[in-house]
């Protein structure tokens, strides 16, 4: 499965989530994300006690990942925060990293980080969720 795909799987995809790290392994061509995804509505907040819940991802055959920045470290809070993301599937035509512009568009995903105002890249063959309260429903 893709990233688009995974994103499709669950309550409320990529929208409104936050990016806490990015482990590359180099060795293995993987990668591992972890993310808090919003779960509920600020409304129903009260009603379940839980608006985001925490979740890894694993990438296989990961082919390309770019960073466009980082933005300024000294509007963050503090260094333990999680990042605003929103996930989407790039086009070739707004893809506008040239080193990742022949990779298969399948794999292609990226994540817009609104407190960077840029976007994280990434490309693997599947991505495989790894933890999640889902998983043990």
Not at 68 to 73: H, N, V
Not at 74 to 79: A, E, I, T, V
Not at 99 to 123: E, Q
């Amino acid at each position: 499965m893709t990233l688009k795909e995974l994103e499709d799987t669950l309550p409320n995809g990529f929208h409104d989530a936050q990016i806490g790290s990015i482990a590359v392994d180099f060795l293995t061509s993987s990668a591992t994300l972890r993310l808090k995804i919003l779960t509920s509505l600020p409304d129903t907040e009260e009603e379940t006690g839980v608006l985001y819940r925490e979740i890894a991802i694993q990438l296989e055959g990961l082919r390309g990942i770019h960073l466009t920045s980082f933005g300024s470290m000294k509007n963050y809070p503090n260094l333990n925060c999680w990042m605003k993301v929103q996930g989407f599937k790039p086009t070739e035509d707004s893809l506008s990293v040239p080193n990742m512009r022949g990779l298969d568009s399948d794999t292609f995903y990226g994540f817009f980080v609104h407190d960077w105002n840029d976007s994280i890249y990434l490309s693997a063959e599947t991505a495989t969720l790894i933890e999640s309260w889902l998983l043990r429903m």
